[in-house]
């Protein structure tokens, strides 16, 4: 099995590279989607959150208001901490058992934002980021998810920078161009994970 962590700050075109390489066929585990999981109504993990921030981050549906604790915990590290310290623990108990269910000889791309943050590069045998210029990440977020920019500008500033995240890549994908030239590259990075010694 090659283990493969996939990261990029907000707005660098991650989701697309880890959509591609799941068409390609690597077994994806996206931390996003487990974070989101294990904070569902009536787990443990949304009960443990309620009990930290409070019944105010709670949707009339009973699920958790992702914009309003994001307001809370983006540009406040200490409540950050506390977020993360909750779901953190979670999300890598549920990332082992789908790593131990993917097939021996699988491309396991693990799609994790905080890859850099978390200094967690050693725990894979190739880190991917997906790189772009912080203009362009602001561009998308506001254009493209309806962010203010001061909101998408707090998200950015509380991730690693873009040459911390550069600093643990074993390959760099551009994502300032166009869709194609992104595939491309997605291509050719596949192209090298499928055709390395399996370690």
Do not use: C
């Not at 390489?21 to 949304?46: F, N």
């Not at 561009?139 to 500033?157: H, N, P, S």
């Not at 595939?183 to 596949?190: E, G, H, K, S, Y």
């Amino acid at each position: 099995m090659l283990k493969v962590g996939l990261t990029g700050g907000i707005g660098s075109g991650k989701s697309e590279v880890s959509a591609q390489l799941r068409e390609l066929g690597a077994v994806v585990i996206d931390a996003d989607r487990i974070a989101r999981d294990v904070v569902e109504p009536g787990t443990p993990g949304l009960a443990a959150v309620v009990a930290e921030f409070g019944a105010d981050v709670l949707l009339p549906s009973g699920g958790l208001d992702r914009p309003k604790l994001g307001r809370i915990v983006f540009g406040d590290p200490e409540r950050l901490a506390a977020l993360n310290a909750i779901v953190h623990p979670l999300v890598g108990e549920r990332t082992k058992q789908l790593m131990d269910a993917a097939p021996a000889d699988a491309v396991v791309v693990y799609d994790v934002p905080l890859l850099a943050e978390n200094r967690l590069e050693s725990q894979y045998d190739e880190v991917v980021v997906v790189d772009a210029p912080e203009e362009v990440q602001l561009d998308r977020l506001v254009a493209r998810r309806g962010m203010t920019e001061e909101d998408a500008r707090a998200r950015m500033a509380s991730q690693a920078s873009r040459e911390t995240r550069r600093a643990v890549a074993t390959h760099i994908i551009d994502n300032s161009g166009t869709l194609d030239a992104l595939r491309a590259q997605t291509d050719a990075l596949w192209d090298a994970l499928t055709r390395r010694p399996a370690p």
